[in-house]
Each structure stands twice: as structure tokens, then as C-alpha cells.
């Protein structure tokens, strides 16, 4: 069963911090992984995917690596700003049999917190 | 604009009855999905959907039930069988193995 851990479960960093949220899978047979944001009530909105050819993608001040023989992947959020506070949550696209049913495994997410 | 609808945003029922919840999107995405979100345990898949006409069970699928009778739309109905319906609850469209998009959600309360 595919397994996808974050750590830590909350974060507090002072405005203007270089930060980093990690999220590991247990399953190597890893297709994409997904990093999203979710405000307090709110749907999820999308930040980067990153296919299983892929080590990295870059949005702004945001970097997501991949690492599939090590089961981890990696957000830098560079410069943070109070309205980066929300929650991140990352999920992994399995394989099955070399095929992708499309099907995410969230992690519990980590709670953000950017205090001016 | 190209998106995905949930509606309503807030649903409250009395125990025993059946809701249904829509989901449509206008991204022209094959596959659909709809997963569960109570506080501290994250996003748990419901059902999901590859193609019209098609879908499967995710890991969550006991007292719910689905039909993709069209492309751009997916609805759940939670059925009475649900031992615990009230949570947050989120559609999410795809092209099959690239980016999901979410929809608002809507939050379920049965008393």
C-alpha cells in the first residue's frame, strides 16, 4: 500500500525565511508527485508536478525536487511572505502495472505559518 | 473560464437521507475524482472516473455511489449507508497521469 508522509505538521518561520517542507512515499513505482496549497475552507490549487523523469520544477519562488530512490521530494519556498501561510499538501501518482490510473496518495500536509 | 464547479458549498441533512453532490468541469478532462477530507487525516479517494460511462472504487467507496453519465460532470451521493458523512468533500478533474485541479468543495453536515 502507497504510503506518503510529510514532515513536519506545522512550520512558524519569520517573513523573509528560506524554508523547506518534505514529503516522503514508500512506493518507488512513483509516476508524479504533486505539491498543492490549501487556504482555511478552501479547494486545493495546484503549485508544481513533477513527473518521474523529472528531479525538479521551479514556479516563482517556489523549487519541488524528486527523488525516487531515496522515497522523498522536497518544497523550497524561497523568501517567504505572511501570505504564504496555509496549508501544503503533497500527493504521488502510483504506477500500476506501468500504468497510471491517475489516483493521488495525499500526505496529512503541513500547516504554514509566516509571521511579519 | 475553464474551471470545476461544486455546488452547493454547504449541504446539512438529517441522518437517513440521501445527498448528492455535483461536480462539473469545462476543462474537456477525461478522468474525474472525488475525495474526502476530514481534519488531521488529509485527502481520502472516494471514487474516481477514466472515461464516461467508467469508473472505480477508491479507497473509501462503501455508502457512496457515482455515475459518469456525461464528461463534464461526476455527482456523489452519499447514500444513508455512510456511517460518518459530514466532512469536506472535493472533485478534482485530469487529464489521466498530468496535473489535478480541484473544485471549492462542499461541506457536508448531517445531524
Redesign the interface.
Given at each position: 500500500k502507497q504510503e506518503v508522509t510529510q514532515i513536519p505538521a506545522a512550520l512558524s518561520v519569520p517573513e523573509g525565511e528560506n524554508l523547506v517542507l518534505n514529503c516522503s512515499f514508500t512506493d518507488s513505482a512513483i509516476?508524479?508527485l504533486?505539491w498543492?496549497r490549501q487556504d482555511p475552507?478552501?479547494?486545493?490549487?495546484?503549485l508544481l508536478?513533477i513527473q518521474s523523469s523529472q528531479r525538479e520544477q521551479t514556479s516563482g519562488r517556489l523549487n519541488a525536487s524528486l527523488d525516487k530512490s531515496s522515497g522523498r521530494s522536497t518544497l523550497y519556498i524561497a523568501a517567504s511572505q505572511p501570505g504564504d501561510s496555509a496549508t501544503y499538501?503533497c500527493?504521488g501518482?502510483f504506477n500500476a502495472g506501468g500504468t497510471?490510473?491517475?489516483?493521488?496518495?495525499?500526505?496529512?500536509?503541513t500547516i504554514l505559518t509566516v509571521h511579519p | 473560464d475553464g474551471g470545476i464547479t461544486?455546488s452547493p458549498k454547504y449541504l446539512f441533512r438529517k441522518e437517513g437521507q440521501n445527498v448528492t453532490l455535483s461536480c462539473e468541469q469545462n476543462l474537456n478532462h477525461d478522468?474525474m475524482?472525488w475525495?474526502r477530507q476530514d481534519p488531521?487525516?488529509?485527502?481520502?479517494?472516494i471514487y474516481?472516473s477514466?472515461i464516461v460511462n467508467d469508473f472505480?472504487k477508491?479507497d473509501i467507496a462503501e455508502g457512496y455511489s457515482v455515475s459518469r453519465e456525461k464528461k463534464e460532470s461526476f455527482p456523489l451521493t452519499v447514500t444513508s449507508a455512510q456511517k460518518n458523512p459530514t466532512a469536506f468533500y472535493?472533485c478534482?478533474s485530469?487529464i489521466?497521469?498530468?496535473?489535478?485541479?480541484?473544485?471549492?468543495?462542499t461541506?457536508l453536515t448531517v445531524t
Open positions: 509516476y508524479n504533486q498543492f475552507g478552501k479547494g486545493l490549487t495546484s508536478l499538501l500527493a501518482g497510471s490510473y491517475g489516483k493521488l496518495t495525499f500526505g496529512q500536509g | 461544486q478522468a475524482y475525495y488531521g487525516q488529509g485527502l481520502r479517494l474516481y477514466q472505480q477508491g472535493l478534482a485530469s489521466l497521469g498530468y496535473e489535478q485541479y480541484f473544485g471549492p468543495g461541506r
